[in-house]
């Protein structure tokens, strides 16, 4: 097995590694799963600038929901190219017994300004570093990412090289300030719900119109938790508001989920 992953590995430009926080899967006890996960992640991985970590993870999620019938549509806020709803994609193909409602938000522009007064040093700093304002601003950040996560990214992926049924895509194309109001209600109950918006404001409005749409046992990921303050902020508020004790699993240095009781 060792001699089969590792140089899968090394071609999606990741590393094996010992140390604490590993790129690429351990080169021991490598099951099955863990080499068509690293199949499937070989078809999105130009389409996302996620970690193995958090792709291995996802693949798992959401062929545990296939598997135990966890009800309800995939959601993402905040796609880039779609490589991280594709592997969801590709996990209903291999384990769901019929499709599932795929739901992406995202401005398929870039992401907006973060806002100074909450969302950290970081943010402001890597904001300024691109030529950007730090007030908040519902625009989109220029020169922040290689390239901006354009619709028609996300189409070719998942209807073109995925192959999924485009009846079953849903893009909700605009600010989640603006279309999370508007388009919550189409969702329906969720089981898997990803959030990629970063900051504070966009992390905030997405828990408030969709956590209470994720049924029992299904997943809310964070992919920021761990990187910016302000997503940070907006999750711990919520969740002391509402009085959610749920543990809020490690992936990475960055990435956290939560399985909804």
Not at 29 to 53: C, N, W
Not at 65 to 87: H, N, R
Not at 119 to 132: E, F, I, L, P
Request: hydrophobic fraction near 35%.
């Amino acid at each position: 097995m060792k001699s089969l992953i590792k140089p899968l590995v090394n071609s999606l430009g990741y590393e094996i590694s010992r140390k604490a926080e590993k790129s690429g899967p351990d080169d021991a006890g490598v099951s099955d799963f863990d080499l068509e996960a690293l199949e499937k992640i070989q078809v999105v991985h130009q389409h996302t600038m996620l970690p193995y970590s958090r792709l291995y993870s996802l693949y798992d999620q959401a062929a545990y929901c296939e598997a135990a019938g966890i009800a309800g549509s995939f959601v993402e806020c905040g796609t880039w190219k779609g490589g991280a709803v594709g592997l969801m994609a590709l996990a209903n193909l291999a384990y769901g017994k019929v499709p599932r409602h795929l739901h992406l938000f995202d401005s398929f522009e870039s992401i907006p300004e973060p806002d100074e007064a909450v969302d950290g040093t970081k943010a402001v700093n890597q904001a300024r570093a691109a030529g950007a304002g730090t007030l908040g601003r519902l625009v989109p950040l220029t020169n922040f990412y290689e390239s901006p996560g354009a619709l028609q990214s996300n189409r070719d992926l998942l209807e073109n090289i995925i192959g999924y049924a485009p009846d079953y895509l849903h893009y909700h194309k605009g600010w989640f300030q603006d279309t999370l109001p508007r388009d919550a209600g189409e969702v329906g109950e969720i089981a898997i719900l990803r959030l990629d918006g970063d900051w504070y404001a966009s992390t905030r409005v997405c828990l408030e119109h969709l956590y209470h749409r994720v049924v029992s046992g299904g997943f809310v990921i964070i992919d920021d938790y761990g990187c910016y303050e302000g997503c940070k902020k907006a999750v711990d508020e919520f969740m002391d508001r509402e009085g959610i004790r749920s543990y809020l699993h490690r992936i990475d240095n960055e990435g956290r989920y939560l399985i909804k009781s």
